[in-house]
């Protein structure tokens, strides 16, 4: 059970005592910008990099809804201290960037704004109350923001 509560509050930033899914958000853009760091320096094919990025990001929703379902029993539904599934999400907002940290800050803004406001549907996965749903509101929330994201680099106004 401590290997579950420690992958759903995402190494612990679940527990800070002000904005945990924040702090988990940014926890969550420092792994995958140092991730990229490393990829970026070995791998030298941009479609490889891409597809272990979404391997990455598919391998952390996988693991983090089993741990969500295991912490589930002690702790309440979506409990400020899970915060594995805002890692996922936030993963997915920057998962097609270019590597410069600029869009990944862009992301996690843009991110943490759809997380909190909770528009276009997003709401309703908030309120499903099962162990996925803690999961895929946060993952539509990086749909939304990798959307707004891409059309912004598109149209030159990043």
Request: charge should be positive; proline fraction near 4%.
């Amino acid at each position: 059970m401590k290997l579950h509560k420690i992958i759903a509050s995402g190494l612990g930033t679940g527990f800070v005592p002000f904005a945990p899914g924040t702090a988990g958000s940014v926890l969550g853009i420092l792994l995958f910008y140092s991730f990229n760091f490393v990829l970026n320096r070995l791998i030298t094919e941009p479609w490889l990099v891409f597809a272990l990025n979404l391997f990455a990001i598919i391998f952390v929703l996988f693991v983090g809804a089993y741990s969500i379902k295991m912490v589930h029993k002690i702790w309440e539904h979506d409990a400020p201290q899970i915060v594995i599934d805002e890692i996922a999400g936030v993963w997915i907002a920057v998962v097609a960037m270019p590597f410069k940290w600029q869009y990944y800050l862009y992301a996690l803004l843009l991110f943490r704004f759809f997380d909190i406001m909770k528009p276009l549907f997003i709401k309703r996965f908030d309120r499903m109350k099962n162990d996925w749903s803690v999961m895929l509101d946060d993952v539509l929330a990086g749909i939304y923001s990798l959307i707004v994201i891409q059309v912004l680099f598109y149209f030159k106004l990043i």
